[in-house]
């Protein structure tokens, strides 16, 4: 059984940072790649970041590319979003997704590949 939980959401200003944290309960966390996708009730689920395999370097979703960084801690099955300069664009309900390697490898991006899900932190930026 595969359960994680999102932390560090909150109201942030324009051009401010934040870190989400997802701690992850599983027996083999190596076996899992991971990501984040965030949501808005005007968009579908937005790819953000995963980290496909368990070292592998992290891939970004085009709208946060060079602003956010993803990272992951194997030994304490953690995954951590690093927000910096964010704007309301950003906007949204994050999640932390797991999925087996194989399938998460055809297509990071895909939600459909990911298995397992948190319930959400939320992330408002406002000024």
């Known amino acids: 059984q595969v359960q994680l939980a999102e932390s560090g959401g909150g109201l942030v200003q324009p051009g401010a940072s934040l870190r989400l944290s997802c701690a992850v309960s599983v027996r083999s966390f190596n076996a899992y790649s991971m990501a984040w996708f965030r949501q808005t009730p005007e968009k579908e689920r937005e790819f953000v970041a995963g980290?496909?395999?368990?070292?592998?370097?992290?891939v970004y979703g085009d709208s946060v590319e060079g602003r956010f960084t993803m990272s992951r801690d194997n030994p304490k099955k953690m995954v951590y979003l690093q927000m910096d300069n964010v704007n309301i664009e950003d906007t949204g309900i994050y999640y932390c997704a797991a999925g087996p390697h194989g399938d998460v490898l055809l297509n990071p991006a895909d939600p459909l590949k990911y298995f397992h899900w948190g319930q959400g932190t939320r992330v408002t930026v406002s000024s």
């Open positions: 980290v496909v395999w368990s070292n592998s370097e992290p």
